[in-house]
């Protein structure tokens, strides 16, 4: 009976953190510039990848493959989202520019930006 719902929920965040990945998927094919496409990944990819490892996590019986899981998640959701974020910079200071229909650029008046 325990096995049988450890299954069913590995397999429920399975299904939920692969609907992510795809979404962030779909996200680098259909959005208009690298920095929309960088936030598709590292948002979506990120929660998708996070969700799968908890999965792992539900359905291994080893203590020791559970805590590194954890761990990954932590480490994966502290350090995605900060190199993104990094690499955006990055990108706009090697004069990467916004998409041409874009609204507001914060960057532009900023003297650090590039």
Wanted: cysteine-free; proline content about 3%; aromatic content about 8%.
């Amino acid at each position: 009976m325990i096995g049988t719902v450890q299954n069913l929920v590995a397999g429920g965040l399975m299904i939920v953190g692969s609907f992510f990945v795809l979404v962030a998927a779909i996200g680098l094919l259909r959005l208009p510039d690298l920095y929309t496409r960088m936030h598709a990944a590292s948002k979506a990819g990120t929660l998708g990848s996070g969700v799968m490892i908890i999965a792992l996590a539900v359905f291994a019986e080893d203590e020791a493959t559970v805590t590194r899981a954890l761990a990954g998640v932590v480490f994966f959701l502290l350090t995605a989202p900060i190199s993104a974020h990094l690499l955006a910079k990055a990108a706009y200071a090697a004069g990467y520019r916004l998409w041409r229909h874009s609204v507001h650029d914060d960057m532009k008046d900023r003297p650090d930006a590039g």
